[in-house]
């Protein structure tokens, strides 16, 4: 009896829930008629004219309407409209909905319309239940900025997003977007895509396969294989962000620039470029691991400092590095503290502490400039001011040829140190040797000027000009101590010798971190990207003013 009694107020507690979980009747408020006919239309009420039909919230009207009382499901025709409070209206030529399981159907020049856009389709589907429209055949979704083109979409009501799974395309006065997985928020016109995506303008081309892009303010970013591509640059980075207004972006971990007109690099951990459209003066400021790459002759040559600046019209940069800037080509290389580099004239100056290697020969002074040759983009002459001093290492012993004065200015030849001149007091130290690199003797004079021609990046011919007093002395007649100048610094452990050398320990540090993030992130499994929290509080954030 007891298990009996149990089973029973099981049953009427089960039976009680199906009862409160059913869904009330469909309620025919207004038609101009109202008919039954079993023959045409067995167990349905015909409905013509000025159909007016509710359920739950939800209003329909028509021209003519069947309602299936048992099934309590309704058939509409005519100038179909569905309207849920201010948020959903939907028109079509007919239209199906079953009030048991809250779900529609519609077709037909069908449009669905919210305070925000609008969407024309040929076949739509809406769930009250949980709140989604969707459609399987070509859509056109408009509003104040853009017009978004699928093959198939979805519709979320409460958050007011559409997502589309299949080829999208948002046009926009100013770019299109392509994709083919794309959430857009209707209200803030934010989008969120995801897998192959491109986003097209005048000014540039952006690829993404993961992004954000808020088509209201025009700001966007990108995280995944991303890039932007400009008719004269190219910028890629592990994540971008860009504002179109602004024409400003930057990149961060793993960036790269890439000048397409002047065939330069520039790479480093983090980047921020402005771009004046009208001016084409643009600018870029780079950090952490910075390098800049520019192409001499086919010969890179690699500049790095610990901040960098590279400004103006393409053909007219200026590349600016400062705090321990150190640079390294296969036949050259040097550190200051920094560098200002002219790409119109050609001359790049090395400031403060400046040193210079050419092949073997080790160059100092308080001032020093390049020039290059912008036809043949090649070297074309130093000048060192202010206690100029080459240093090399003789070939056969333990000594150094020196030369000092007061400026140096060089010539080059194939982008190799071919003439030297050293003006204003000058002296010399030289291991001076016969065709058969025997010893001959140690040349140590001083003069008012000497002329330097190098051959194979050795001293091939030295010659004193004016006032000159020295000798050339055997080398057991001149002392150790006498073999070097005043001044004399030899620096050949900090040569740089290497592109890699050009790199503090401190910066590789950071370039290792940032190598096993990207290295975790990427094992981890590839998904959309959350919404952010702008987009889901935007309403909240931007209230309707209240119509009075």
Known sequence: MKKLLFLSIGLLCCLFTVQAQKSSKIKIEYSDFSDINQEEIPDALLLRGNVRVSHEGVVFTCNKAYYFQKENYIKAFGDVQMVQGDTLFLNSKYAEYSGEVKKAFATGNVIMRSPESTLVTDTINFDRNVQEAFYNTHGTITNRENTLKSKSGRYYVAQKKFQFLTAVTITNPKYVIKSNHLDYYTNSGHSYLFGPSTITSKENYIYTEKGFYD???????????????????????????YDRNREFASATNNVKITDTIN?????????????NLKTQKDSMMITKRAVAITLVENDSMYIHGKKMLITGKPGERIIRAFNNVRFYKTDMSGKCDSIHSDQKTGLTKMIKNPILWNYENQMTGDIMHLIGNNKTEKLDSLKVLNNAFIISKDTLSTGFNQVKGQNLYGKFADNKLKEVDIVKNAEVIYYMRNDQQELIGINKSTCSSINMILEGNTIETITNFNQIEGDIYPEKDLPENTRKLRGFIWRGDE?????????????????????????????????????????LDYDKNNPKPVVK
Not at 263 to 275: P, S
Not at 505 to 529: F, H, R, S, V, Y
């Open 263 to 275: 065939k330069g690099l520039v790479k480093g951990h983090y980047a921020e470029i402005y771009r």
């Open 495 to 535: 040569r740089i010798k290497t592109k890699d050398d050009i790199f503090p320990p401190e910066e590789n540090e950071i370039d290792t971190k940032i190598q096993a993030a990207k290295a975790k992130n990427e094992a981890k499994e590839d998904k959309p990207l959350e919404p952010r929290k702008e987009t």
């Open 215 to 241: 088509t209201k303010k025009n700001v966007s970013f990108f995280k995944k294989k991303s890039y932007i591509k400009y008719k004269d640059r190219l910028i890629e980075g592990d994540s971008l962000y």
